[in-house]
């Protein structure tokens, strides 16, 4: 990136020293502001379901003190001297990653998500100063132009944080794997997650069918805009539709069954995973060879295609449905999460982080 050694400075964060403490006040460290960086001050974060399984070190890489948080809107507050993208004032907003080579092949592509040197906005090493990096609980975040996307200046700010994970994780392997007009597509669990991909694979004019675990769910769905919903513990519902799906994206956050899914698949149809259990999930070759069916999976998407998402959002006027939270009500959140209570994210407001 540069040889410049950046001079540090402390800001209020929440953050959690191990896996079974909860999150509370800390003083973390960032560097100042680079040439090439910009500050922004964070005005709203989303919860994604993987701050707990990174707060808890569920995936087996945490570095403790660890700051969750992913989906961050604010308003830039300093510019570095070569920052063209960006001035004082601008809305911003930063998803999963801070940073990337931008020489090796992934993403030269325009797939920094996919280079072996992302940078996570938490979860990883901050390459100037040393230590892990921080999340978005916090006042501020200070990122490589690159690395920060343009808000729509016309959608609600807090139901756009969402949009920086959940927006990007669903859109990206919609449009990958080509979905639209004739087609009957699936999205399971109906998260933070899920309730994007209902709005995008609608959007994109496909017909669009919800799989919950939560029958208390059914009528939000089709407000969010499937045309059907399955009670997936219903094993009637479940057959009445085996064999129909082109598409199936998997937004679920815990061990479930995929071959229940899989065999929801026609002939060649697709499925894709997005949710990230901690544990494996076995898959049976017969539920993939009857019918030369694809399983695959994908993770956020590039700063390119998020900006894309973002630009297409404002035109569309789509945001995430969410409840919001003070900061102190963080591990509240977490636990009502894990019960599948979240209509559809919970977006803090960061102006509580010091109340
Ligand atoms: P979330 O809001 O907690 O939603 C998860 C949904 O999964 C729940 O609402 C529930 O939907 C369903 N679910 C939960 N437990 C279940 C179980 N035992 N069996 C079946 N269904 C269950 O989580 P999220 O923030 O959307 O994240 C979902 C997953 O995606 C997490 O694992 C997260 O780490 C991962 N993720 C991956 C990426 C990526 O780049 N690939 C990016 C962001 C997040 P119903 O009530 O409708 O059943
Ligand atoms: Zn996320």
Avoid at 50 to 71: C, K, L, M
Avoid at 134 to 158: K, Q, T, W
Avoid at 261 to 273: H, N, P, R, S
Avoid at 295 to 309: A, H, K, P, R, V
Wanted: aromatic share 8%.
């Amino acid at each position: 990136m540069t040889d410049q050694k950046p001079e540090t400075y402390s800001l209020t964060a929440y953050a959690t020293e191990a896996p079974s403490n909860p999150l509370t006040p800390a003083t973390i460290d960032r560097r100042e502001p680079t040439d090439l960086d910009v500050q922004i001050e964070i005005l709203y974060c989303g919860v994604c379901h993987s701050d707990i399984h990174f707060a808890r070190n569920e995936w087996g890489f945490t570095q403790y003190p660890a700051v969750p948080g992913h989906e961050i809107v604010g308003r830039v507050t300093q510019v570095g001297s070569k920052v063209t993208k960006f001035k004082v004032g601008d809305l911003a907003g930063v998803g999963c990653m801070v940073g990337a080579d931008m020489s090796c092949p992934h993403c030269k592509a325009g797939n920094e998500q996919y280079s072996p040197t992302m940078v996570g906005t938490y979860g990883s090493t901050e390459p100037f100063i040393g230590g892990p990096t921080f999340g978005g609980y916090s006042e501020n975040i200070v990122v490589n132009e690159h690395f920060a996307l343009r808000v729509p200046e016309n959608l609600d700010l807090a139901g756009v944080a969402p949009l920086l994970c959940a927006g990007i994780t669903t859109y990206s392997p919609l449009r990958y794997w080509q979905v639209g007009p004739g087609q009957k597509v699936g999205v399971v669990g109906l998260g933070g997650l899920g309730h994007m991909a209902v709005k995008f694979a609608r959007a994109f004019g496909a017909h669009v069918v919800v799989f919950t675990t939560s029958p208390s769910k059914k009528e939000d769905a089709m407000r969010l805009g499937a045309h059907e919903v399955i009670v997936s513990r219903n094993e009637e519902e479940m057959q009445a539709h085996t064999g129909t799906f082109d598409f199936i994206l998997d937004c679920v956050s815990a061990e479930h069954d995929l071959n229940a899914y899989l065999a929801m698949l026609t002939v060649e149809g697709k499925m894709a995973i997005v949710g990230a259990p901690d544990k494996p999930l076995p898959v049976a070759v017969f539920s993939l060879i009857m019918g030369r069916k694809t399983l695959g999976g994908s993770m956020i998407g590039s700063i390119g295609e998020t900006q894309e998402m973002l630009d297409f959002c404002g035109q569309h006027g789509i945001t995430s449905d969410i409840e919001m939270i003070r900061m102190d009500q963080i591990n509240e959140a977490y636990e009502r999460m894990l019960k599948s209570d979240v209509k559809y994210r919970f977006v803090i407001d960061m102006a509580t982080l010091k109340a």
